[in-house]
Nanobody, 117 residues
Framework: QVQVVESGGGLVQAGGSLRLTCAAS????????MNWFRQAPGNERDFVARITWFGGSTYYADSVKDRSTISKDNARNMVYLQMNNLKPEDTAVYYCKAVDVRGQAYWGQGTQVTVSS
């Protein structure tokens, strides 16, 4: 099993920046990729960004790709999501999702990001 815990959310003004952190533990050697998703009230949970655990390939949703960077630190079992030029529409609960080599998904509890206009 893999456990993930998010942190780094908060209240920020439009145009500001935040860095979200996802700490992984447990069977981290079995991780294939780490993902960030977000869910705004009344909306579905949407994909934000993904990074492969060993290769480091990255993928982004169109809505964030010019403003965000996903990165990792394998030695610390950490994944980061740096978000810049935040907009009110970025307001959501941000979730970290680990996927292992068998396709099993592990979700964290989420961290709230609120962007004020």
């Amino acid at each position: 099993q893999v456990q993930v815990v998010e942190s780094g959310g908060g209240l920020v003004q439009a145009g500001g920046s935040l860095r979200l952190t996802c700490a992984a533990s447990g069977r981290t050697a079995s991780i294939d990729a780490m993902n960030w998703f977000r869910q705004a009230p009344g909306n579905e949970r949407d994909f934000v960004a993904r990074i492969t655990w060993f290769g480091g390939s990255t993928y982004y949703a169109d809505s964030v790709k010019d403003r965000s960077t996903i990165s990792k630190d394998n030695a610390r079992n950490m994944v980061y999501l740096q978000m810049n030029n935040l907009k009110p529409e970025d307001t959501a609960v941000y979730y970290c999702k680990a996927v292992d080599v068998r396709g099993q998904a592990y979700w964290g509890q989420g961290t709230q990001v609120t962007v004020s206009s």
